[in-house]
């Protein structure tokens, strides 16, 4: 039987790109889809061998077959030209053995890998977009920062949606652009499929049913109303404007306590130093992505303060979003793009900021630290209102009608 080549420059021993990922696989798997994944794996990660072997049995008693390379990030020209180059010449080779009926291309940089095998074979190809990368590379100053080198650019992302089957997109928004700017080749498939959370498992526990958590943290989180700040020290993030707003959420309630979750904890530990919060009112932890369903379950709030939209920001979704809403937890959102905005406000037991100003900050603080928990029936009510959009299940189903568009049965 052939198989379809999934390309990612992502490794999936990263616990973002095992959930966004694997279980994805691992649910067209069990539809019938046989795949084949090329990834770029950290040297990090591939020096527990324990882990790789796992995760390959896993995967291969799903049908899945697994090659990869090791990630150079030395993030010079030479690096990069590696990283492409190994999935170019893989991409190829295996599109010229027969054995392959497509490929689904995840972002920009594998999707050049198969743009290579279309021109070598005429494969069909999706391109799983995942945002506007070229975009985000010019509002950081990387990379297409001259004339020259932004028109090569916009040419090669030319044609990869002109020669790709169909597009998949993490955004509304995204897709309409795609439409708008491409326009010649509107008459492709161009889908919105977001961030995915899978809801069985990311759902309210009682505190009793919380196993990977460890005893002394859920005892000192048991009796707290727990506002919690999750993810790295990156530019996605107004970690300053965050941590302020979690310091007047702590001032205004005693019973409030802030959790932490991110690998970062002494440059968090530095931050909260700085802004005078007491040590005993706040959790610096790390969690494994199996576990967060179960962190999740202890946390009332978490604060999603993003940078402010821009063009490459239209075409991004934050993946705990949707994990917040199945887990039933409420989101403070800020940022990003009004679909996200649209979404906690469709949900109905969030709040969305109209700005980070001292002023809103503090009456956000209070309105936080005032506002009695939510009923279950209530959390439940939005974890339905989102089901349809954000749950692995409904993700799984749109790729399948769209893989059997694209490849046929």
Known sequence: MKSILYITQDGLLEPLIFSQVVRVLERLASRGWPYR????????????????????????????????????????????????GFLTRRAVQLARTGLISGVHARAYVPAVAALAAWHATRIPWLFDARGFWIDERREEGRWFTSPIRLAFARGLEYQLYATASAIVTLTELQATEVKERFRPFARRVVRCITTLADYTDFRRRPVEAIGMVPSPLVARLRDKRVVALIGSINRSYLVDESLDLARRILAANPVTHLLVISGQREEYEKRLAALGVPVERYTLARAEHEAMPEWLSLVEWCLLLLHPSSPAKRASMPTKLGELFAAGVRPVQFGCNREVSDWVRRAGTGLVLDDVSPATLDAVAHHIAAAPPLRPEVLDAAREATRSHFSLEAGAASYDTLLAEVFGR
């Open 37 to 84: 994944v090329l990834s770029l794996e950290k040297s990090k990660d591939l020096l527990e061998l324990g882990r790789v072997g796992e995760l390959r049995a896993r995967l291969r008693a799903r049908g899945i077959d697994w090659e990869f390379s090791a990630f150079d990030g030395a993030q010079t020209p030479a690096s990069a030209a590696q990283n492409l």
